[in-house]
């Protein structure tokens, strides 16, 4: 088991999302650091991938800034164990199967557990089909964390039974970015994952305002928060470290 749980152990969590490389390498170690100081208790980074089919178009065009900037996994890995000398939170990549596929499956999650990353999430990875990955992921004490999606329905109960890490219910039908508003019935979701784990789970997609972080945050364990955040980068550049640490410093301060 990795170091997850520590996530959520002071109360409720507040999760960024930042996709590494966008600007570049050393202002994404500014922002992670940032984010920490303002209160993040895990943060997501994300690999980029050419094909990030769950992503809305921020998050699209963070992926092809930082690839076009030249970022690699390998350049991720080295940039990750750097972090770990001072960022002691979780840490959890955010990235798709084929990331993982061509890297090398076994070369891939053994030097997540080298460098430090507690847990990956896959979400073009169906929850049948986890096995490509799971077995490899235990024996390196990393985990592979499971979504829940409106569309999960009947499959609640067994992905809650077998989840790891924590469970990433989706918010909302679509690709990520912000939404005005939220309709999904979260709460019977959350009830059934409540009936067959004590894993924690927080809720990600669509959440930008401090309204609904709050809201989230009364049924959830944690909120998770990507294209808010990866809009002020896009619109500040190297100069976004303060405005990200700002407003992850509301966000979280909203939940209490």
Request: aromatic share 8%; proline share 4%; with cysteine.
């Given at each position: 088991?990795?170091?997850?749980?520590?996530?959520?152990?002071?109360?409720?969590?507040?999760?960024?999302?930042?996709?590494?490389?966008?600007?570049?390498?050393?202002?994404?170690?500014?922002?992670?650091?940032?984010?920490?100081?303002?209160?993040?208790?895990?943060?997501?980074?994300?690999?980029?991938?050419?094909?990030?089919?769950?992503?809305?178009?921020?998050?699209?065009?963070?992926?092809?800034?930082?690839?076009?900037g030249g970022v690699t996994t390998d350049k991720i890995f080295d940039f990750v164990?750097?972090?770990?000398?001072?960022?002691?939170?979780?840490?959890?990549?955010?990235?798709?199967?084929?990331?993982?596929?061509?890297?090398?499956?076994?070369?891939?999650?053994?030097?997540?557990?080298?460098?430090?990353?507690?847990?990956?999430?896959?979400?073009?990875?169906?929850?049948?089909?986890?096995?490509?990955?799971?077995?490899?992921?235990?024996?390196?004490?990393?985990?592979?964390?499971?979504?829940?999606?409106?569309?999960?329905?009947?499959?609640?109960?067994?992905?809650?039974?077998?989840?790891?890490?924590?469970?990433?219910?989706?918010?909302?039908?679509?690709?990520?970015?912000?939404?005005?508003?939220?309709?999904?019935?979260?709460?019977?979701?959350?009830?059934?994952?409540?009936?067959?784990?004590?894993?924690?789970?927080?809720?990600?997609?669509?959440?930008?305002?401090?309204?609904?972080?709050?809201?989230?945050?009364?049924?959830?364990?944690?909120?998770?928060?990507?294209?808010?955040?990866?809009?002020?980068?896009?619109?500040?550049?190297?100069?976004?470290?303060?405005?990200?640490?700002?407003?992850?410093?509301?966000?979280?301060?909203?939940?209490?």
């Amino acid at each position: 088991m990795s170091n997850i749980k520590s996530a959520f152990e002071k109360g409720k969590a507040f999760i960024p999302f930042i996709t590494c490389g966008d600007p570049d390498l050393e202002t994404t170690g500014k922002l992670v650091r940032a984010a920490v100081e303002n209160g993040a208790d895990l943060i997501e980074l994300g690999i980029p991938f050419s094909d990030p089919t769950a992503e809305g178009p921020v998050i699209q065009s963070a992926n092809i800034r930082a690839l076009a900037g030249g970022v690699t996994t390998d350049k991720i890995f080295d940039f990750v164990k750097e972090l770990r000398k001072d960022v002691k939170i979780p840490l959890v990549f955010m990235t798709y199967a084929n990331v993982v596929f061509s890297y090398g499956a076994e070369k891939f999650i053994f030097a997540c557990k080298e460098i430090g990353i507690d847990g990956i999430i896959l979400p073009d990875l169906p929850f049948e089909e986890k096995e490509e990955f799971q077995p490899l992921c235990r024996q390196n004490g990393v985990d592979l964390i499971s979504l829940i999606a409106p569309t999960s329905k009947q499959r609640i109960a067994k992905i809650a039974k077998e989840a790891e890490g924590f469970l990433y219910i989706v918010s909302s039908l679509g690709v990520t970015g912000t939404r005005s508003e939220i309709t999904t019935d979260l709460s019977s979701i959350i009830k059934v994952v409540r009936e067959n784990t004590d894993i924690p789970c927080a809720i990600g997609f669509g959440i930008s305002t401090l309204e609904q972080a709050k809201k989230m945050a009364a049924m959830a364990d944690g909120v998770i928060v990507g294209s808010a955040i990866i809009k002020l980068i896009e619109k500040h550049g190297i100069d976004s470290i303060n405005a990200v640490g700002k407003y992850v410093k509301g966000m979280k301060e909203a939940m209490v």
